[in-house]
């Protein structure tokens, strides 16, 4: 029996920002599964993986920009 979960891209969060990086870790203390780069475009990009942490943490973030326009 095979313990592992199979990831499809639809598992995982490619964070290109690293103004919002360093929130997710700042509110939660989630580390991203890898820091890589971008082979097309060269941009650097955090992976996460998706959690209902993390969209609680991704709303929060949303909810703190809308609040500063």
């Known amino acids: 029996m095979n313990a592992y979960k199979d990831v499809n891209h639809s598992d995982l969060f490619f964070c290109y920002n690293k103004e919002l990086s360093m ?15 971008n082979p097309r475009t060269g941009k650097e ?13 991704l709303d929060a973030y949303k909810n ?3 609040q500063k326009k």
């Open 45 to 57: 990009f955090r992976l996460y993986c998706k959690s209902d942490k993390l969209q609680l943490v």
């Open 64 to 66: 703190d920009r809308n």
């Open 23 to 37: 929130y997710i870790y700042n509110k939660s203390g989630i580390k991203p599964i890898t820091n890589a780069i």
